[in-house]
Structures are given as structure tokens and as C-alpha cells.
């Protein structure tokens, strides 16, 4: 019997490890908790939800509701786990978190076919099939080296986050599109620039000054220095009125098509998605709480109906640049039997986790039995956002959870009512017709 290691008993690592043991092979399964903690989980149950107890929306009209309509269709043994332990929780699938750990925790150390080891991995196995799936809060010495294997400068670790915006939500007929100086930069596209007169500018400075931030949690604040390149927009509002200004609001090279002149502040937004639905908030990184944070991004003009499909945050993590390294089937490009899943990849939310999770399963188990690589199709959820971390710009990458902004065009003609339901109803032929081709008895019928 092949044996496989999969490092880490988080959502992605106890997933995949079902999934590979569900296909006959003996899996052992790393996790360093509790003889040594993260500092951010309480337990030592495998699976703990550490930040929320809520998988998102269930409603079939929502992206984690289509991402975890889809986990359940491709029988994922965490999307079973947490309906089984579900709570009240309106259009959300919530769980009692305790019990969700629970059951995950007593299924994985019952399985026959899993060996849960309670130690560190500090080191990519080099002679067996392995799937690294150690979340954002990887140990150093597994961190040394991953980034040893994929070059230091492809491993990410990163304090902030900037804000992204459904690109049709931003109101056109203020914000213009432009390069500075109209040079048109191939490497980076042309941004939407949202200009601002001087008593704009100054209510947002005032606006970012006296929000209240989310406290940092006692493992994050370990080291409090940001980069200089990633500081929160409202401490470096706090150093001076114009900091803003000649910091990431600069107008310089830009003029507004409305005025003919050169606006007091810009804040610009690039493309984050290759359909051009998703843009960010250039240098927007932030540490708001997000009901206040929501408002004060409202405040800058262009945006004063923006929908937003991520808030700025700001907390430790860590995470590989996925588009050089990793296929769309998480398969790591210089080593065949070797694969990624989880938060490490840049896929966010516990669905997305779990659904990373299962591919690699999937596919590593595929390459070991001679079968070919599962790609799945980008008309779905899940195969979107694996496409997405495959293949989005290399120099600007920033992880992504489950949105409808990442998914193809619907057909040309399709109404804006009409958006998400072709969406969704083209995902599920997608999918359907992707398991048919697949051929996997796992995936074809229930297994609990």
C-alpha cells in the first residue's frame, strides 16, 4: 500500500487526508498541536475554526453558497461534517465549533487508513508523495523551507491587506481610467483613479484618523514593525496631513478628464482579476474595523456606492506565489508528487480551504494510479478560484476567497438579473459533465 504524508490537520490537511484514504492509500497526517501551538488555536482538535464559526452563505445565490453546494456534490467529508454539526444561523452554514472539531478529530484518528502523528514536519519529505497544507501560521522551520524549495522570494508573509471593489459598483462618471503620464504600463494596466478635491481629501485623512482599528491578537504582535511598503493607510495618515498626499493618494502624472486639471489626491485601483471585474485599493491596506471601514472607503468619490468583496485587513500569514509555482490542480510545477492546499496557496475562507484540500487529494491520488491530472472547469467555484491562483498576475498577487468576480463572462445578452442564475446553472452542467469525464467512483456517489 503507497503511503502519502500530509502536513498539517487543518481544514485542507483533514480533508485531503480523507480523501487519499478514502482511495486506498495509507496516509500519516503532521500536526505539531498541542506539543507545539500557533498561538492562535485553543485546542488540539484538528479542523478548529479559529476566527468564526460560520462557512459563509449557504443560499445557492451566494459564492460560498455555490462553492459549498459544489463541495457537497464532490462529496467532501468537512462540507458533511459541518452540516452535521450545524447551528442556527439564518442563509449561513454555521457549526457548533466544539463539535465540528469533535467529530472531524474522532473520524480522522478512527479511519484505518490514517496515522495521526502529533509531531512538527520541519521539512518537505523528499521520497514521499506529499500534500502541504500548513495554513497561514506555518512553523518556522517548515516556512525555511518551502521557501529553501521555491525560492525566498516567492513566499510571502504579509501584515495587510487592501480593499477590493466589484469594479461595476465604482461610479464612472467621476473616476476616469488612466496610467500617470498616460504611458500605459503593459506590466501593470491602466488603474481607475478616483480623484479628490482639498476638502475631499481632508474629511478622509480626518475619517482615517479617528476609526477605530481591530487589536491585534497576542501571537501577531509578536513583531509590530510593517514595512515601510505595507503600512495601514490610517498610520500613515496619522504622520501629517499630506502624508497621504506624497504617499499612495500622489496625483502626480494624472489629470481629471472633468476639470483638465491635476486632482489634490487620487487613490487608484488596478485590476485584480483577469475578467477586469475585481479591482483593489492601491496602498489601501488597513486594520479599520470593517463597519466603520465600509463608510469611510464611501467617503472617497467614485465609491460612494462601492460593493466590496473583500475589506482591508491586516494580520500575519503566510502564503506561496501560486501562479509561478503551482498547476491548476495544485500540483507543485518542480515536483511531480508534491502538492499544496489551504490558505498557503492564497484561496481564503473555510470553504475555499476545504475545497483546496480535496483537489490535491484527488489529484495526487490520480498521478500515483497513472491517471491524468483533474483540472476542474473554470465555470465553476471551485475551479475559478483554482484557475485564479494558477494564473493571476505574478507580480501583484494577493490571496482570494469565493466571489462571483472571478468567474467567465455569462453569455453576451445575459441581463444583470439574469447574471448569477447563468452562472450558476452553467457551473453545474461544468461540473456535472466534469465528473462524468472523471470517472471517479468516490465523487460519483455517497460515501457516507
Not at 482615517?208 to 509590530?224: K, Q
Not at 476542474?376 to 494564473?391: F, I, K, N, R, S
Not at 455569462?410 to 444583470?416: E, Q, R, V
Request: net charge negative; hydrophobic share 40%.
Amino acid at each position: 500500500m503507497t503511503t502519502v504524508i500530509v502536513i498539517g490537520g487543518g481544514l485542507a490537511g483533514t480533508e485531503a487526508a480523507w480523501q487519499l484514504a478514502e482511495r486506498g492509500l495509507e496516509v500519516h497526517l503532521y500536526e505539531m498541536r498541542p506539543h507545539k501551538t500557533t498561538g492562535a488555536h485553543a485546542t488540539d482538535r484538528l479542523a478548529e475554526l479559529v476566527c468564526s464559526n460560520s462557512l459563509g452563505s449557504k443560499l445557492p445565490d451566494r459564492a460560498t453558497g455555490m462553492l459549498q453546494q459544489e463541495l457537497h456534490t464532490l462529496q467532501s467529508f468537512l462540507i458533511h461534517c459541518a452540516e452535521k454539526t450545524a447551528v442556527p444561523a439564518g442563509g449561513a452554514l454555521a457549526v457548533d465549533r466544539e463539535a465540528f472539531g469533535q467529530m472531524v478529530t474522532e473520524a480522522i484518528t478512527t479511519h484505518p487508513r490514517i496515522r495521526l502523528i502529533r509531531e512538527e514536519m520541519p521539512r518537505i519529505p523528499v521520497d514521499t508523495p506529499t500534500i502541504i497544507a500548513s495554513g497561514p501560521l506555518t512553523s518556522l522551520a517548515l516556512s525555511d523551507d518551502i521557501a529553501r524549495l521555491c525560492g525566498q522570494e516567492y513566499l510571502y508573509f504579509y501584515d495587510a491587506l487592501s480593499p477590493i471593489v466589484e469594479a461595476s459598483s465604482i461610479d464612472m462618471s467621476i473616476a476616469f481610467t488612466a496610467s500617470r503620464y498616460q504611458r500605459g504600463e503593459a506590466d501593470e494596466g491602466d488603474y481607475i483613479n478616483c480623484p479628490l478635491n482639498k476638502e475631499e481629501y481632508l474629511q478622509l485623512v480626518a475619517a482615517l484618523r479617528s476609526a477605530e482599528t481591530i487589536e491585534l491578537r497576542d501571537f501577531e504582535r509578536e513583531d509590530p514593525h510593517f514595512f515601510e511598503g505595507c503600512l495601514p493607510v490610517e498610520q500613515i495618515a496619522r504622520r501629517g496631513d499630506d502624508a497621504l498626499a506624497f504617499g499612495p493618494m500622489r496625483p502626480v502624472g494624472l489629470r481629471d478628464p472633468r476639470t483638465g486639471k491635476r486632482p489634490h489626491a487620487v487613490v487608484q485601483l488596478r485590476q485584480d482579476n483577469l475578467a477586469g471585474t475585481l479591482y483593489n485599493l492601491v496602498g489601501f491596506q488597513t486594520n479599520i474595523r470593517w463597519a466603520q471601514q465600509k463608510d469611510i472607503l464611501r467617503l472617497i468619490p467614485g465609491l460612494q456606492n462601492a460593493q466590496f468583496v473583500r475589506m482591508g485587513q491586516m494580520h500575519r500569514n503566510t502564503f506561496i506565489n501560486a501562479p509561478v509555482l503551482l498547476h491548476p490542480t495544485l500540483q507543485f510545477r518542480g515536483r511531480d508528487d508534491l502538492y499544496f492546499a489551504g490558505q498557503i496557496t492564497g484561496i481564503e475562507g473555510y470553504a475555499g480551504n476545504i475545497a483546496t484540500g480535496l483537489v490535491a487529494a484527488v489529484n495526487l491520488a490520480r498521478y500515483l494510479s497513472g491517471q491524468s491530472a483533474w483540472v476542474l472547469p473554470p465555470e465553476t467555484m471551485l475551479g475559478a478560484l483554482c484557475h485564479y491562483v494558477a494564473h493571476a498576475a505574478e507580480k501583484h498577487f494577493q490571496p482570494m476567497k469565493a466571489n462571483f468576480g472571478i468567474l467567465p463572462e455569462p453569455p453576451p445578452g445575459t441581463d444583470k438579473h439574469g447574471r448569477k442564475p447563468a452562472q450558476m446553472e452553467r457551473a453545474r452542467l461544468a461540473l456535472q459533465h466534469s465528473l462524468q469525464q472523471l470517472a471517479d467512483a468516490r465523487l460519483q456517489q455517497p460515501i457516507f
